[in-house]
């Protein structure tokens, strides 16, 4: 677990704000800490936008929505994102829901909008993988329809108690998950794709065993065991499952009383432990040391991050806690300019990744999983 680096904090200047305060657009008259704020969103943690914890609520909420319209035009831009992709502002969140015996509420790795945001491959590389798959399925989704490229919210109340917003390092993960299965990373993003792309397929095709309406971790890193594609409600680490899944997998029981690492807190979390133990050797604490950032946003802060490329967490128990989530969403994930803008993002973050050092498997792949696509 690392706390993130200073430079991921962006102050938002006294003049800027001044004018988005007054509603009025400022990526024109200061390019560069646009820029500065785009090139973060590369980076496997959120950008902070901090805009003061003395500004007035009126008056931080119409900033706040100034500078992510004027973020939205430099991502476009810079990113070649889809024009259709737009600021969708959702309704004040309050509070913390905590399972009964616990003071904090662990949220395991997810996406938001997970069923409908999840990272699958650009169909200019993989051309086969169905625009279709993109949605893992269409009921009980939260809290709206859309797509969400870029997630963040505005810390309205940080509340009283602790508030951590967890990221995870998803490629990296990705890579070390191939070498576990396979012996080796993949030579390039488009085998990696086609792997993924394998991986949606197979937890599609038995969805109604698993009966999940998100894509789990487990699942987008390659198990092949149908209990690993379970999701607990929330996604909570501390939450248990529905008698009906405990009935349809009887190695639930096991798993939710003892995970392999012994030090998980919660049937989610030794779920989620088990799942990739299967995929990547390792458990849920050893992920957490090697992929997890963690950010303390102060009030009136922005934290805005890759949805597709990272998923976070949460680690909280603050009943006075007011988020207001603000994402970068579009209504259809597809079209020419989504291919290009995902392509990019795949080629991109694939050499970020493959940059970082391949930590020591911690047992050899003896039986690397068939996905028939590599
Ligand atoms: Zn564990």
Redesign the pocket.
């Given at each position: 677990m690392m706390i993130i680096p200073d430079t991921a904090v962006q102050i938002v200047p006294a003049p800027l704000l001044q004018e988005a305060t007054r509603g009025s657009s400022a990526r024109s008259s200061h390019p560069d800490w646009f820029q500065q704020v785009a090139a973060g969103l590369d980076e496997p943690h959120a950008v902070i936008l901090r805009f003061g914890d003395d500004l007035p609520r009126d008056q931080v909420l119409v900033a706040a929505r100034v500078v992510m319209e004027d973020l939205i035009e430099v991502i476009r831009a810079r990113d070649c994102a889809p024009r259709e992709m737009y600021l969708e502002v959702d309704h004040l969140e309050h509070g913390t829901p905590l399972t009964p015996g616990f003071m904090t509420r662990l949220l395991l790795p997810h996406t938001d909008g997970a069923h409908y945001s999840f990272l699958t491959p650009s169909r200019q590389d993989v051309p086969e993988f169905p625009a279709s798959f993109r949605i893992f399925s269409k009921k009980g989704f939260h809290r709206t329809a859309s797509h969400k490229l870029y997630q963040g919210f505005l810390i309205v109340e940080p509340g009283s108690s602790v508030s951590w917003t967890l990221y995870y390092d998803l490629f990296p993960a990705l890579l070390d998950a191939y070498a576990f299965q396979h012996g080796s990373r993949p030579s390039n993003h488009q085998a990696l794709q086609q792997w993924v792309a394998a991986n949606i397929g197979r937890s599609l095709s038995m969805q109604d065993r698993h009966g999940s309406r998100y894509l789990s971790l487990a699942a987008l890193l390659g198990s092949e065991n149908a209990v690993h594609h379970v999701t607990p409600p929330g996604p909570r680490a501390e939450a248990g499952f529905a008698p009906r899944e405990y009935a349809h997998f009887p190695e639930l029981e096991r798993i939710s009383r003892q995970?392999?690492?012994?030090?998980?807190a919660g049937p989610g979390?030794?779920l989620l432990?088990d799942g990739l133990q299967a995929t990547m050797g390792i458990?849920?604490?050893m992920f957490r040391d090697r992929y997890e950032r963690r950010i303390r946003g102060r009030k009136n802060d922005v934290l805005i991050a890759h949805n597709i490329f990272l998923y976070h967490g949460a680690e909280s128990g603050a009943a006075d806690r007011v988020l207001l989530p603000m994402c970068f969403v579009m209504n259809e994930a597809g079209g020419d300019e989504y291919e290009v803008w995902s392509a990019r993002q795949w080629q991109r973050q694939f050499v970020r990744a493959q940059s970082l050092n391949e930590p020591h498997r911690t047992q050899p792949a003896e039986n690397p999983q068939d996905t028939g696509l590599t």
């Open positions: 995970c392999p690492c012994r030090s998980c979390a030794r432990c458990g849920w604490k």
